[in-house]
């Protein structure tokens, strides 16, 4: 069942999308399946093949932040900005996160959804 917030970690290789509400999160992992060894990075085919199950894992959230330590977060955004419009407005945010704990991902998440929804003045479902 889809909630209507999520926060989407990622970099090249995976991404951990959480979906939570007030008494749960649900979790899920989507790996990439590059055949190219990291030191080559990915070709743009099998990246863009890992985004596109990405954003299936976000269907039905209503508001999505993104994050990660390189650039994929930001990449994850524009590709869906060219090819996934309805994925794209869920985007409310990419920014930079090292490697928190789901846990910490979570919690910076309910934060940041706390706020967004606030200014927006959007009721938030938290």
């Known amino acids: ?7 989407v970690w990622m970099d090249h290789q ?6 939570f509400d007030p008494e749960s999160v649900e979790a899920s ?5 590059s055949h190219h060894p990291r030191h080559h990075g990915p070709d743009a085919k099998a990246q863009a093949e890992f985004y596109n199950h990405v954003a299936q894992a976000l269907a039905g959230v209503h508001e999505v932040l993104v994050v990660g ?5 930001d990449e994850f955004k524009a590709h869906c900005t060219k090819h ?4 794209a407005k869920t985007i ?6 090292d490697h928190p704990t789901d846990a910490q991902l979570v919690a910076l998440a309910r934060q940041y959804f706390s706020k967004y929804d606030r200014m927006a003045g959007t009721p938030t479902p938290m």
């Open 1 to 7: 069942m889809s909630k209507f917030h999520a926060v």
């Open 14 to 19: 995976e991404a951990h999308v959480l979906q």
């Open 29 to 33: 992992r989507v790996k990439a399946r």
């Open 69 to 73: 330590p390189g650039a994929a977060h």
């Open 84 to 87: 996934l419009p309805a994925v």
């Open 92 to 97: 409310v945010a990419s920014q930079k996160a």
